[in-house]
């Protein structure tokens, strides 16, 4: 069914898939702190505002969503900014499966790249600085947050 679909079809239809998920699990009790259903326009703007990485809410991030919210925010966010293609080749690469041509054609289209040579390499490129530089973000966030937040006091 999948092989109806053009290149750009399927990276349009992934972006939905991923952006409906993300509004579904917003919309449970368990992704807002007052455990009630978040109402479907709030989780689906906030799904789609976090999968295209625009930063804009409409209720207040801290205050109305639980840690499980915020988690599944911050996942949208991963997948939008790095892109449903790449992290879908990152899998296959890690789980050591071939990149098929047609996930080549995907991802050429996702990455909005203009030759298919050396795109696998380029996905790998992009994930590992990608990682690199959130872990050093996350190191020197720990090291100022461990210094005003020590719950061991002299």
């Given at each position: ?112 790249v203009y030759k ?34 020590t719950t061991v006091?002299?």
């Amino acid at each position: 069914m999948l092989k109806k679909f053009t290149p750009v079809q399927l990276v349009v239809l992934s972006f939905l898939a991923v952006i409906t998920t993300g509004a579904i699990l917003l919309m449970l009790p368990v992704s807002s702190l007052s455990q009630r259903f978040t109402d479907p326009i709030t989780a689906i703007f906030t799904a789609t505002s976090a999968t295209c990485v625009t930063g804009l809410v409409v209720v207040d991030t801290g205050t109305h969503w639980s840690l499980f919210g915020q988690i599944v925010i911050l996942l949208l966010i991963q997948i939008g900014g790095l892109g449903y293609m790449t992290i879908s080749t990152f899998f296959l690469i890690f789980a050591n499966r071939r990149v098929t041509l047609r996930q080549r054609f995907l991802l050429k289209e996702g990455l909005n790249v203009y030759k298919l040579t050396g795109i696998v390499s380029f996905t790998k490129t992009i994930l590992f600085t990608v990682l690199f530089f959130e872990g050093l973000g996350a190191f020197a966030l720990s090291l100022r947050f461990l210094k005003d937040f020590t719950t061991v006091k002299s």
